[in-house]
């Protein structure tokens, strides 16, 4: 069995050394910049922004763990609003009982950011210390390892995902369990790196559980019993009290289980290889002839020295297993086995390799794991654990050279080898301190606007309105529902309103939202039919419309018509909109009941025509219309078909309601087809999410006007789903400019796929 390799004892100077030399490097980078100008949002991101005012507004007016100035009336838990709630919660203890911290958030939020990169080179230096790495060249990788790290990419569109830091105390951590073996403190530490690190954004869980869980799995074929308890009872246990928490203090019960795209944001296998930015990218890019560019959510490039060392040490692999007389790889079997072979694996993982098996073999199988669509983030444990391990092996190559007399050598060796790492990690570095900068010279989010001006010459104040709300309409986070093109841009105006005016707004930018709330919300937008449940959980007054200049839609243009103008700032316009203007028509049944006492009885229904319309309770199953249940359905209905016979040459209309339980995986996304009686394809009729916002608990109703007169020959019309099956009810084909009806009491009709609601 191998030894435990000893505490590397290092004079205290180095300490102090390795804590100051990043500092001095980040006070270089940022010598642009002053103090005060952390107090200015350097994004204008969507998720960037939202981190941000998150941050602030928590600490604003932040109540127990909710915000309230998201998602109007309701608000929404802290940990789903990408905020970093750890610290979020710490700053709002400090201004609420130590020192006002009012006007600083911002300081304070892109302060935690940059320090955080400061300490995560210290404890990088520890970690290159702990196996036995000269104090001197343990700085240099871990500062090499900060420059080309993809999490920088993450400072702008994403800050509260640039926490290298947590990634390193992980392997930090680690290395003392699988060198010490009976690190007991260590396994501490694991465990409250594990819990917290949840509270900075839930995608650390997710590394930390795909890494460690193969470690426990070598763990197990090595038989290194002591190694599985000590890091499987922090992880596993780490990882239960952070879900046990989140499931306890959240009152928000029906969030997706499942994630909406899995699969786009896997790893590129050429990005890999390929640099981001920089000479070594024009390079690669010419020699390799491709036109490859890395997508933000995509970049996962290792660095020449990883990239060789990986491929090298694959290579050596293989050829042992042939090899009677088996040649050492690395310095420590240990870490080769615990860090190295994970690294491969959450690469290989990061891929989609992984997950597209299981979804082949296992289609309605799901995991945890599904929560998490960005597995390109994977990576990030690839890069920092191959470079540990590359950087320590390359050192004690050098050493032997040294010790050999190759002096020439290995000086020669490692000044080439920062020099690459240098050039690449400045590229790298370059490339986001431009947006950065872009975010900063133009700061939209703290302008102070002329809001309140325009609200004074109308003899109006703030507190005449309960809330905003922007069109486009915003609607992000529930995984099934979305809201009008451009809404998430357009967010910057509500959370103006909200720092300057102290309004809420109605809008989702969140991470994981209420079914029913998001339903909700897009109801404001949806027929006059459908009943607005939002409007009766506000209280009366009206609310303060944002409205873009020229992103009118159909849907938001028939409400924006009903509100009072007030005024224009930059892009938008301001209107004080009644409750009313959200339509929702209430019928009485006397008129009803003459409507359809001109009509002819047809079965269940009245219709002019009994050859107008045919109707399924589900696909293939005739019969009367019934109530959506919000019952949880979790498996979809495959194609079907419908003749035409009845509606040769005529303009029709097709409509379903469809399920999007939490269960369902995205979309839906029906495809109609209009075939003819060959089965030849005349038409298809894809689904866009803006175009229908009839919404009636957790079922959408989507439609389709299709005029047949355009094909003649057309006999069957298909229904099937262009991705996942959903389970769909009440279907409907109708002549166009027709109305069906179907009385189910005195209390309770039905016209055209529409439950009305009687006075």
Known sequence: MEKSISQHRIHPGWHIAALLVPWIFYAVVLQKYTLTDFAKPWTLSGDGMKNLFCFVEYIRNGSGLYISGL??????????????????????????????????????????????????????????????????FSILSALGILL????????????????????????????????????????????????????????????????????????????EHKIFLFFSIPLFLGAAGAYSTIKFLDAGKDRATKSTGLGIYNSNFEGTFYPNYGRMHSIIKKLSRTQYEPDGEKK????????LFGLVSLVLFVINLFRKNKKKLFISKRV?????????????????IVNDLQRSVFPDLQTPLDQFRVLARLSWMTYVALSIVTMTWFYHK????????????????????????????????????????????????????????????????????????????????????????????????????????????????????????????????????????????????????????????????????????????????LYSLPLSAFDHKRFDMTGLMHSIDTLKTCGAFYAEHCDDFLFYIAPDTKGSPKP???????????AFDISLSNFKHKPIV??????????????????????????????????????????VHNWRRISYFIDLKKYPTASVLRHRFETKNHP????????????????VADSLMWKNNHWLHIK
């Open 71 to 136: 998602n109007y009336p309701y608000g929404e838990f802290i940990s789903f609003t990408d905020n970093i709630p750890i610290f979020a919660v710490l700053f709002k203890w400090i201004n609420d009982h130590i020192v006002s911290l009012l006007g600083y958030e911002h300081m304070i939020f892109y302060a935690l950011v940059f320090v955080q990169w400061v300490v995560a080179a210290y404890v990088l230096f520890l970690v290159f210390v702990r196996l036995k790495v000269f104090p001197l």
């Open 148 to 223: 080309l790290s993809p999490q920088f990419h993450r400072m702008s569109p994403h800050p509260s995902l640039s926490f290298i830091i947590l990634i390193a105390l992980f392997f930090l951590f680690s290395i003392h369990i699988f060198l010490d073996r009976k690190s007991k403190k260590n396994s501490v530490y694991l465990f409250l790196l594990v819990f917290f690190s949840t509270f900075v954004h839930i995608y650390f869980l997710f590394l930390f559980l795909v890494f460690g869980g193969f470690i426990l799995l070598i763990s197990l074929i090595k038989k």
């Open 300 to 307: 996962n490039y290792l660095g020449v020295h990883n990239v």
């Open 336 to 352: 080769m086995l615990y860090i190295f072979w994970p690294a491969i694996w959450c690469w290989i993982y990061s891929l989609g």
């Open 398 to 573: 050098v050493q032997a050279m040294l010790l050999s007399g190759k002096i020439v050598l290995a000086y020669g060796l490692t000044v080439l080898s920062f020099g690459i790492w240098s050039m690449e990690g400045r590229a790298n570095m370059a490339s986001e301190l431009k947006i950065l900068r872009k975010g900063y010279d133009s700061p939209v989010f703290m302008k102070q606007p002329r809001l309140l001006d325009i609200l004074e010459k109308q003899g109006m104040h703030p507190s005449d309105f309960q809330a905003t709300l922007s069109f486009p309409l915003t609607n992000i986070g529930s995984e099934k529902i979305k809201g009008e093109a451009e809404g998430e841009w357009f967010m910057n105006y509500p959370y103006m309103c909200r720092l300057h005016l102290g309004l809420p707004t109605i809008g989702l930018a969140l991470s994981r939202t209420s079914l029913r709330q998001a339903c909700n919300l897009s109801q404001l937008l949806a027929d006059p039919l459908i009943k607005k449940e939002r409007l009766d959980d506000m209280d009366p007054r009206p609310i303060l419309l944002l409205d873009a200049k020229q992103k009118a839609t159909r849907f938001n243009q028939r409400i924006t018509q009903k509100g009072i103008y007030l005024g224009e700032f930059e892009e938008v316009r």
């Open 628 to 638: 959506l249940r919000q019952e949880h359905i979790k498996k979809g209905d495959a």
């Open 654 to 695: 097709f409509s379903a309601w469809y399920n999007i339980s939490k269960y369902t995986e995205g979309g839906p996304y029906p495809l109609i087809q209009i075939l003819d009686n060959k089965g030849t394809e005349l038409a298809k009729y894809h689904f866009a999410h803006h175009s229908s916002y009839d919404y």
């Open 728 to 743: 769909v009810r009440n279907i409907f084909l109708q002549k166009a400019q027709t109305d069906i009806y179907y009385k």
